[in-house]
């Protein structure tokens, strides 16, 4: 990557971001709601690192500081899509789509 590359590239998300969501993250709330549905204390740490790498490279254009973030941000996408979706996707809409709803017939069980 040459140098008019490098000054195009922007962070994924604005660096105020990164501290928004390590503040919430390490808010009492969040904390009780993760240790309640989960179990276990979140680890806020990466929100903290990404941040400080966020601002390492609107300051200095660290390419340490943007290969972190790049991977960091891959990993957050990779860990969303590795969870199944709850529901089976329609390719088509059924057949009686344009139908009025039986509002008053009771649903079969």
Same mark, same amino acid.
């Given at each position: +990557?040459?140098?008019?590359?490098?000054?195009?590239?922007r962070?994924p998300?604005p %660096?105020? *971001?990164?501290w928004? !969501?390590?503040r919430? %993250?390490?808010?009492?709330?969040?904390r009780?709601h993760?240790y309640y549905? *989960?179990?276990?204390? #979140?680890? %806020?740490q990466?929100?903290? !690192?990404d941040?400080?790498n %966020?601002k390492?490279w609107?300051?200095?254009?660290?390419? !340490?500081?943007?290969?972190?973030?790049?991977?960091s941000?891959?990993?957050?996408?990779?860990?969303?899509?590795?969870f199944t979706p709850?529901?089976?996707?329609?390719?088509d809409? #059924?057949s009686?789509?344009? +139908? #009025?709803?039986?509002?008053?017939k009771?649903q079969d069980?």
């Amino acid at each position: +990557m040459d140098r008019s590359e490098e000054k195009l590239w922007r962070t994924p998300r604005p %660096c105020d *971001y990164y501290w928004s !969501e390590f503040r919430h %993250c390490k808010s009492l709330w969040n904390r009780f709601h993760q240790y309640y549905t *989960y179990g276990t204390s #979140p680890s %806020c740490q990466q929100w903290k !690192e990404d941040y400080h790498n %966020c601002k390492e490279w609107e300051k200095h254009r660290s390419a !340490e500081a943007k290969e972190a973030l790049q991977a960091s941000e891959r990993g957050r996408v990779a860990e969303q899509r590795k969870f199944t979706p709850v529901w089976q996707l329609r390719k088509d809409p #059924p057949s009686d789509w344009y +139908m #009025p709803l039986n509002e008053d017939k009771p649903q079969d069980s």
